[in-house]
């Protein structure tokens, strides 16, 4: 390593300064309310698992983008986290039949993987993981698809900003068999499908080719892979586009009956190309993206009933899907969500600033902020060598603070200026009323 690059982040991390730690805290604010409100449990893992937890499902491939070590004089081989579910099965897995029914579960872990970075991906990112265990119908999709949804809204996003694509395995499969896809090609297809919009129409229709199709059949995969339909629209002209009877779709039905009970229609439509390319999913699929499709998908996920059986657990139903900050940053701050800056409007504001103008001014500071952060308040004070209260007062204004205090000349009479910053007056008022003033005025403006 050059000397020159130690003063650098790691390539494809992320050093988080207070105001892209504000931003950070912001999506995690929403995340964290969405899953509590909406009656999931928060838990957390280890940063590193046994490597063999990742290989258990994504096999051996999975090795080339994690970052393994061994440790020193061991012969156990671990790797960083890439992803939360293999941890949540494994502590599904632990606790067994004392789980209860159904078990709701989020967490707000860092993932790590050593692949090349680029907008959007990066070798380091923070991930919302929510997921619902022992539930088989539909009421589990339509719980975890509403509370990503949640989250969106509340940080400002409406279903005219992101849209959730979602689909079901079962159907999908049942249309390309349909086409004339063996059994022994299904997995290849379903992820061909997946990798639909990453390739270009010859390698595509080449692919496809290879799984035995004639030219017709073809042509039919590649309308599959784009067909879309709104919630509230008739399956019946889904089933007519893809060539299948509506039988083939009763998988769908059901998710989509769900969501629009739920009264979330607006927020999402089907769409027979989103299939999910990891093989352990079993039925419902989803993503979640900008409508404006400029980056890649803001959370993806669907239901897995075979996962914690996989990892030696009792067969148990679970769905759910995982939000990273990356992608979802990106998006808040195209639609301006963010405020007007790198996140300097989302820093929390004081709701006091101390400023001395005088030696005794100066004496008295460290009491009263003791007093004021006691009584719950966000109090800061300058640091400044200057007894200019317009220099003093600048220095407020730019953390945006609610209130002013002047240590002055008042305080021979135990009195001090309050200025309110926001409706720009002041007064003067009694040292020993300060707190009480301040905290009731918060209690106000709260």
């Known amino acids: 390593m050059a000397s020159s690059d130690i003063h650098k982040a790691p390539k494809g991390t992320r050093d988080f300064y207070p ?34 937890l990742y290989t258990v499902k994504s ?35 632990a606790r067994g039949k004392s789980l209860p029914t159904p078990t709701k579960w989020f967490a707000i872990p860092s993932h790590f993987r050593a692949e090349r970075p680029q907008r959007g991906r990066l070798r380091e990112h923070v991930q919302w993981n929510v997921d619902v265990l022992g539930l088989s119908d539909g009421s589990a999709d339509v719980e975890v698809i509403s509370t990503a949804l949640l989250a969106l809204e509340r940080l400002g996003l409406g ?64 309308q599959a892979a784009r067909a879309t339909l709104p ?51 079993t039925g419902t699929v989803f993503e979640i993206f900008d409508v404006k ?6 959370a993806g996920g669907g239901r897995y009933d075979k996962l ?6 009792q067969p148990t139903p679970a769905c759910g899907f995982g939000m990273g900050d990356v992608v979802l940053s990106l998006v808040l701050q195209e639609h301006g969500l963010l ?40 109090a800061r004070r300058s640091h400044k060598s200057t007894r200019n209260p317009g220099k003093l007062l600048a220095e407020a204004g730019k953390l945006r603070a609610r209130h002013a205090v002047i240590l002055g000349e008042e305080l021979a009479e135990e009195r001090v200026i309050l ?19 301040i905290d009731d005025d918060e209690d106000t403006v709260s």
Request: charged share 30%.
């Open 308 to 313: 914690v059986e996989l990892f030696g657990g």
């Open 19 to 52: 105001p892209r730690m504000a931003i950070r805290r912001h999506i995690e604010g929403a995340w964290r309310s969405a899953g509590m409100d909406s009656g999931f449990d928060e838990i957390e893992g280890p940063m590193f698992e046994h490597l063999d």
């Open 231 to 281: 919630l509230s629209g008739s399956l019946s002209d889904l089933s007519k586009t893809l060539g299948v009877s509506g039988e083939s779709l009763e998988e769908l039905d059901g998710i989509r009956t769900g969501l629009l009970d739920a009264g979330l229609a607006d927020w999402c439509v089907l769409d027979t190309g989103i299939v999910r390319g990891l093989a352990y999913y």
């Open 339 to 378: 405020g007007s800056g790198e996140g300097e409007d989302l820093l929390p504001r004081p709701e006091v600033f101390l400023v001395s103008t005088t030696e005794e001014g100066d004496r008295r500071m460290a009491p009263l902020l003791v007093a004021l952060r006691r009584a719950g308040i966000h």
């Open 59 to 93: 096999g051996e491939e999975i090795i080339s983008q994690l970052f393994s070590f061994k440790r020193e004089g061991g012969d156990d081989l671990y790797a960083l986290r890439p992803e939360f579910t293999p941890t949540l099965a494994r502590m599904a897995v």
């Open 159 to 222: 279903p005219e900003d992101v849209k959730v694509r979602l689909s079901h395995r079962g159907s999908i499969a049942k249309v390309l068999g349909a086409l004339g896809v063996s059994d022994d090609s299904m997995q290849p297809a379903l992820m061909l499908l997946d990798r639909r919009d990453k390739m270009s129409e010859e390698d595509f229709r080449s692919s496809a080719a290879g799984l035995g199709l004639d030219e017709s059949a073809v042509a039919r995969f590649d």
């Open 293 to 298: 499709g400029a980056e890649r998908a803001i």
């Open 419 to 437: 200025k309110d910053l926001e409706a720009g007056t002041q007064s003067s008022v009694a040292l020993a009323d300060l707190v009480e003033l």
